[in-house]
């Protein structure tokens, strides 16, 4: 029995689990302000953690060696859901991000998150790095050409993210720095015309708010003004649970997904915002650790991949709230309340514990 | 499957590249904990004062507005609970579907939605607005059964300014009504306005606006993003403005409209010892309650434009020529200026000027024969007053009349009366540029001409008569009442010196000539003495609006109504200690002893015996109903 259950569980990753479990715990304590003490909502977040943690669990138990052989083929099905999504919506006349499976909505750009440094790792990993330019090339591809789909949605926030995923994985493949000097002299050169051609106008005043939001207090710049006013008046003790008035009087605009960060660094001030903060951190390096411990590449460039991509959320969704990054549609990761996200989030860390189960001990 | 040898190369390369982003990773997350830093230590300050503003706020308490009250502590403007349907627009996303949707349950007329749009469009999207005033209970109940379906949609509860006696009051206590952009530029100047929605625009109300408004308070709220009110940190209460007493008597009041149904004009009844008024009535009238919210655009032209100017206060602002209501002043000026009351003039019923050939009338065309002063009163003789006014001139006259007041405001505590007209030569040549005839003295003789007065003035200067030269200043308010402790304040108007002739005895002389105007067999008001209890003393007045020809002759029958003669009396009573003084205009009504004098009468009548209680009716044989 006992060895049963050891081998049951044997997959989770502890210390990567005691992590997300204390990121939660202390998501659970902001939502139940954030959402004025709404405790359906706090029901239903549990639901969709638990949910998602068995997720979490049954991927943890997949071998990476089947991921791996999986990477091309789960890559093309979202793919092909990206394509649909994008015709119903060319067809409906709308922005068009989901898809209803009748019991079940989920945004296919939510897959990508994993397909893509799954996929990016696999194109990489056949050949010796660093990679030479025809396999780069191909790489490069295979993260742009979902992000082109994801950005015709048009969802340019998601669409970064999952470029920055798959950079991610480039970037630790090893390519020289002369070509990423040269990427960024691109972008440069580049910005104008994405500027002019590819950017929405409410992504242009996004954009322009960010560095002076104050410009238009009431207006484009509102949420960021709030946000910043609720962290900067939580101090260094914070106001007390339930106690923001940023928060429990509705000045945060959308206080229990996006901006929770708000509510919880005012109510919880700069010593709350460190501990979470740590245990952010916390988890990424637990999740470096795996990867620089495990023996074959792929799960090297996965596992990295992954954790820095996670720091990536965490770093746009705080660099947003506190008004350094422009406002993009991130949600705080394991805090938030929201569906899709928490899963997308739980599959990869349970392929970093599935990763992590096969680090042959020293 | 590649060789491990290819693995431990490759792992070269991501080790190294894993020290590359995690030297980034560690870059970043300082330079969000900066950030953070920045915000909840550095900037800290700032950011605490920002949030307490942005959720603590100071809504002002509205206060009460003080009543007012008749002289007998009857109500003539009060405070009453009204539902109001308020909308809030920027909650709501399609106004015309929900006005369709809420026409189903709360009745709404084209001319509430019609108007309600028209101000949707100029007032911001963030300020509530009223739907509709005056819900009854059961609309209010049907409303709030359903309220969950209106969201934006709000029932509130007003305190809201009501006229119980509407129409009796319109014209002297006024009315008050929202406060508008014009009233905004002036309004910072009366005083702190916070929350005050109404101010008084016509009548007491908008005179004693200050007095009545009260002090709003101030209460500082906790607000939610919305603009809600969470909960109250700390309050002032407002202070209810003062109660007002009026001197009116609203029974007198009623009479008096009663008495002039039918009829244009007005009857202004002061006491004159005092000179509060005891009635001030334009007839015809309007409900003041109409205009408290804003009243209907058709509604208002209808008013507006009435031929019948119901919204005209006669009383303050209707200028009439006097005609022979001022004949016994004219006569004080006369012995004034040693024409004396006992001289005798023949009235062959005509009059002309030396050297001209125009005769000015008597209204008896066979004359009255020789007249002294008392007669040429009672008979209302124009000729002895023609032959007067010549005598003395109109610099005289002029100077003379002005002593009581002619042509000057008697400023009674209501905005704007008007000052009438006592004509002199120099007002000619300003006003006409023309100089001044003989022939106009004639006409200002017998009160015609260019000589105009409003009905507040007639009644004045008839006060001033009782009271023997006394003058007084007519005015509205007693007393002012402190309406939290009860505490009652008189209302104090400076004393006017008494009006003194070279022979005292001339005010008795006058009145006495006044007295037979009632008493006298000849006296032009005689019928009046029908039954009466007391003493009076009176003047008919018929007043010319338009000019007869030479030849021509007046004949009532055949003038059209707007062409007949304004009908006038002044009058006070008892004559030893008088305690009303009363002036009464009908427009177009024709003779002065004919239609104005039964008024007076009725009014006196009333006043002395209803409401006074001085004198008791005969008892009347009962008409045995049961019979």
Known sequence: MAADQKSMFSSLDFPLLSGIFMICGIGMIALYSASGEDVDMLIKHSARLGFAFLAMYVVSRIPTSTLSTLSLHLYCAGLVLLVLVLSVGIIGKGAQRWIDLGFVRFQPSEIMKITVPMMTAWILTKHPLPPRKFTLSLAVLAVAVPCVLIILQPDLGTSLLIAASGSVVIFLAGISWKLILSLGVAGVVAAPLVWNLVLHDYQKERIITLFDPWSDSLGAGYHTVQSIIAIGSGGVRGKGWLSGTQSQLEFIPERSTDFIFSVYGEEFGLAGVILLLVLYLFLVARGMWIALNIDDSYSKLLAGGLSITFFIYVFVNIGMVSGILPVVGVPLPFVSYGGTSIVTLMIGFGILMGISRRIKPY | ?627
Not at chain 2, 519 to 524: D, S, V
Request: proline share 5%.
């Open chain 2, 1 to 627: 499957m590649r060789t491990l040898n290819g693995f431990e190369n490759d792992s070269g390369v991501i080790h190294l590249r894993y020290m590359q982003a995690l030297l980034v990773i560690v870059g970043l997350t300082f330079l969000l904990v900066a950030r953070v830093v920045y915000l909840q230590i550095a900037e800290h300050d700032r950011f605490e004062s920002l949030s307490q503003e942005n959720h603590i706020d100071e809504v002002s308490l509205k206060p009460v507005r003080g009543l007012i009250y008749d002289r007998h502590n009857e109500v003539l403007a009060r405070n009453v609970r009204v539902f109001n349907l308020e909308v809030l627009p920027d909650r709501i996303r399609d106004m015309s579907a929900l006005l369709n949707e809420l026409s189903h349950a709360v009745e709404l007329t084209p001319d509430e939605i019609g108007q309600f749009k028209t101000t949707l469009k100029s007032r911001p999207s963030f300020e509530r607005q009223i739907l509709k005033t005056n819900l009854d209970e059961e609309e209010a109940a049907i409303f709030s059964v359903n309220q969950h379906r209106f969201p934006g949609v709000e029932l509130n509860v007003h305190l809201q300014r009501n006229y119980p006696h509407g129409n009796l009051t319109a014209h002297v206590v006024g009315h008050v009504g929202r406060i508008s952009p014009q009233d905004r530029e002036t309004v910072s100047q009366r005083g702190d306005y916070s929350g005050i929605s109404h101010i008084g625009k016509i009548g007491i109300e908008s005179h004693y606006e200050s007095m009545l408004k009260g002090q709003p308070g101030r209460s500082q709220v906790e607000m939610n993003a919305h603009g809600r009110i969470i909960r109250h940190l700390s309050q002032t209460l407002p202070d209810t403005g003062r109660a007002l007493h009026l001197s009116l008597d609203i029974k007198l009041q009623e009479e008096s409209m009663k008495a002039l149904e039918g009829y244009e004009g007005a009857v202004v009844a002061i006491e004159p010892k005092t000179g509060e008024v005891l009635a001030m009535a334009s007839v015809p009238t309007f409900d003041p309650n109409l205009f408290v919210n804003g009243i209907s655009r058709a509604k208002f032209s209808e008013l507006n434009t009435s031929s019948r100017r119901p919204l005209f206060n006669r009383s303050i602002y209707g200028q009439y020529a006097p005609g022979s209501t001022i004949k016994g002043f004219m006569s004080l000026v006369g012995i004034e200026n040693g024409y004396s009351h006992d001289r005798r003039v023949f009235c062959p019923g005509w009059f002309s000027l030396p050297n001209n050939s125009r005769r000015y009338r008597c209204w008896k065309k066979t004359g009255h024969g020789y007249v002294d002063g008392n007669s040429a009163i009672e008979q209302s003789c124009d000729v002895y007053y023609y032959n007067l006014a010549v005598r003395i001139g109109i610099d005289r006259i002029h100077e003379g009349m002005s002593r009581f007041g002619f042509g000057q405001k008697t400023g009674i505590d209501l905005p704007n009366e008007r000052s009438g007209l006592m004509p002199s030569r120099d007002w000619k040549q300003r006003a006409r540029q023309q100089s001044w005839f003989p022939g106009d003295t004639v006409n200002v003789g017998i009160g015609q001409g260019y000589m105009l007065m409003t009905p507040l003035q007639l009644a004045s200067v008839t006060a001033t008569l009782a009271n023997r030269g006394k003058s007084v200043t007519p005015r509205l308010l007693r007393m002012t009442e402190n309406s939290v402790s009860q505490q009652l304040e008189p209302h104090i108007v400076p004393d006017k010196e008494k009006i003194e002739l070279k022979d005292g005895r001339s005010y008795d002389a006058v009145i006495e000539g006044m007295r037979r105007v009632v008493y006298g067999n000849r006296g032009t008001a005689r019928r009046l003495q029908e039954e009466i209890l007391y003493d009076m003393a009176g003047k008919t007045g018929t007043a010319q609006v338009v000019g007869i020809g030479q030849d021509e002759t007046y004949d009532e029958e055949s003038t059209p109504k707007e062409h007949r003669d304004h009908s006038l009396f002044v009058g006070f009573a008892p004559l030893q200690d008088p305690r009303i003084a009363i002036a009464v205009i009908v427009e177009h009504g024709g003779s002065g002893s004919q239609v104005a004098a039964p008024i007076a009468r009725r009014l006196i009548d009333y006043y002395l015996i209803e409401r006074l209680k001085m004198y008791a009716r005969p008892e009347t044989p009962s008409s045995g109903k049961e019979a």
